[in-house]
């Protein structure tokens, strides 16, 4: 059997060493693909994987290996849903009757999945987005847990089931998780966003409305965080100026072109605001917004 037969037909393209060695693949001819954690590998690129899709496809491995139903932070990365530094150095399963256990890679969560809480998405399964947005949350504290339920939302999560499940829960974790689904907002573009609006509660500041579109000049632009017209805040991820290029751009000209949107917001009279992760990190951002709303006589 040639190599190219162990690949995954689906878009996973998933390699696992046992199999490749039992079909008598060796480990000189693994060598040639890229490795994303043991075991498993994926035809070589010039692709960069994030985490979060580097864990996506080792879960997705090893769910179509092992069967289980993949949940908490690996049905998360399986969903596309954002989260705040997740832990992705095991793969997680919820079982009925099981006891909770770790086995190398592989957590495996004790606990009742009704049937509606498990779907199906590559072929395996996996907690619904409510459930898992739900487990998530009660792992996490507050930002973390406002992270996965903003996704979830903006993934089109149902609030009332989530709400239903919070409700006849009363695991730990489950007051934050209340708490971060009764302010969750699906119009939240990130992690970086939610965390900021986490920073943004925690200080009693005034909550802004996310991503108001704004006509100027006869274009559109959507500002990250209004405060009452006066204010927009705006958080740059590094992600901003790689994954909204258009075809043809380079860095330099996302940087131009994200420049000439904040001069237009500004010609309006409003203020702008800018942080990333950094100010995010060390609690830079939250002083500078209030003196920004103080300026503007909105605290």
């Not at 770790?102 to 999945?113: A, D, E, K």
């Not at 998405?121 to 459930?131: A, L």
């Not at 339920?149 to 974790?173: I, N, T, W, Y």
């Not at 075809?247 to 605001?273: C, Y």
């Amino acid at each position: 059997m040639r190599l190219r037969d162990m690949e995954h037909s689906d878009d996973t393209r998933i390699v696992l060493r046992a199999d490749a060695l039992a079909a008598g693949i060796t480990d000189r001819e693994l060598a040639a693909l890229d490795r994303l954690a043991p075991g498993c590998y994926v035809p070589r690129s010039d692709r960069r994987f994030f985490p979060e899709e580097r864990h996506r496809l080792v879960a997705i491995a090893m769910a179509a290996k092992s069967g289980g139903v993949l949940s908490h932070q690996s049905a998360a990365a399986v969903h596309g849903l954002g989260m705040l530094s997740p832990d992705f150095k095991r793969v997680h399963f919820t079982s009925v009757g099981a006891h909770g256990n770790i086995r190398g890679m592989r957590h495996t969560h004790s606990g009742f999945l009704a049937d509606d809480e498990v779907v199906v998405v590559n072929g395996v399964e996996v907690t619904s987005i409510e459930r898992t947005a739900v487990d998530v949350a009660c792992a996490a504290r507050f930002p973390g847990a406002l992270t996965i339920m903003d996704s979830a939302l903006r993934a089109g999560a149902d609030r009332d089931r989530m709400e239903e499940l919070c409700a006849a829960s009363q695991r730990r974790g489950i007051r934050v998780a209340r708490r971060a689904l009764v302010l969750g907002d699906g119009q939240s573009a990130n992690p970086g966003e939610s965390w900021s609006r986490a920073q943004m509660i925690a200080a009693g500041l005034p909550l802004p409305t996310l991503q108001r579109e704004m006509w100027i000049g006869g274009r559109q632009y959507f500002l990250d965080f209004d405060f009452g017209g006066r204010i927009d805040g705006e958080f740059d991820g590094e992600r901003k100026y790689t994954e909204h290029r258009r075809p043809g751009e380079d860095a330099a000209a996302v940087v131009i072109r994200e420049k000439n949107r904040e001069n237009a917001i500004r010609s309006t009279g409003m203020l702008v605001e800018r942080w990333d992760w950094s100010d995010l990190r060390s609690g830079a951002m939250i002083p500078r917004v209030t003196k920004a709303l103080k300026a503007c006589g909105l605290v």
